[in-house]
T-cell receptor
Framework: AQKITQTQPGMFVQEKEAVTLDCTYD???????LFWYKQPSSGEMIFLIY??????QNATEGRYSLNFQKARKSANLVISASQLGDSAMYFC??????????????FGKGTKLSVKP | KAGVTQTPRYLIKTRGQQVTLSCSPI?????VSWYQQTPGQGLQFLFE???????NKGNFPGRFSGRQFSNSRSEMNVSTLELGDSALYLC??????????????FGAGTRLSVL
């Protein structure tokens, strides 16, 4: 069965420093997508970054980059130059396989990131 | 461009009642998915609609149902509410892109409390 594991329930980082949020996944699919979302206390899930299983280069979106190691089945999120507004829950997700049809998401339990001034 | 809009933002119901939640997707998005988020179970996929048809379904009882209208707006309904249905219900919309690159954009959610 497909699964996403985030082993860090909570993390602290100093403002302006970089931080890595861990994510490992398990799937038997050859083609899959990996995603990171941010959820502030308001509840809205904000899409951050996407990585396809066949993409050879690691994805980057502004201060966000995804460290994709396919053999290790890991998809860690790196946030550079942390800002106070980065304090939130972060979820790793992958495309799920529902009855042979892909597209919807399986989420990890999340990591709560707190940025200290 | 407006994002995904969910109404209402908050709801309080009692056990046994039914509830309907509404979701308006991003303009041009034809796929709408629903998720339930609870502290215990985390985020779980409920179902997905595309062109007014349910395309995928998660592992939830039949009390949870949904529909999609011709303008892509979607509603989900929960009948005979139970205390365990208290959750944040999130709706997401996406362009129809071949999986796995199906980026979903979420609304702010409807927080349902069942008393």
């Amino acid at each position: 069965a497909q699964k996403i594991t985030q082993t860090q329930p909570g993390m602290f980082v100093q403002e302006k420093e970089a931080v890595t949020l861990d994510c490992t996944y398990d799937t038997s699919d050859q083609s899959y997508g990996l995603f990171w979302y941010k959820q502030p206390s308001s509840g809205e899930m904000i899409f951050l970054i996407y990585q396809g299983s066949y993409d050879e280069q690691n994805a980057t979106e502004g201060r966000y980059s995804l460290n994709f190691q396919k053999a290790r089945k890991s998809a860690n999120l790196v946030i550079s130059a942390s800002q106070l507004g980065d304090s939130a829950m972060y979820f790793c997700a992958m495309t799920g396989n529902y009855g042979g049809s892909q597209g919807n998401l399986i989420f990890g339990k999340g990591t709560k990131l707190s940025v200290k001034p | 461009k407006a994002g995904v809009t969910q109404t209402p933002r908050y709801l309080i119901k009692t056990r046994g009642q039914q509830v309907t939640l509404s979701c308006s997707p991003i303009s041009g998005h034809r796929s709408v998915s629903w998720y339930q988020q609870t502290p215990g179970q985390g985020l779980q996929f409920l179902f997905e609609y595309f062109s007014e048809t349910q395309r995928n379904k998660g592992n939830f009882p039949g009390r949870f149902s949904g529909r999609q209208f011709s303008n892509s707006r979607s509603e989900m309904n929960v009948s005979t509410l139970e205390l365990g249905d208290s959750a944040l219900y999130l709706c997401a919309s996406s362009l129809v892109v071949a999986p796995p690159k199906n980026i979903q954009y979420f609304g702010a959610g409807t927080r349902l409390s069942v008393l």
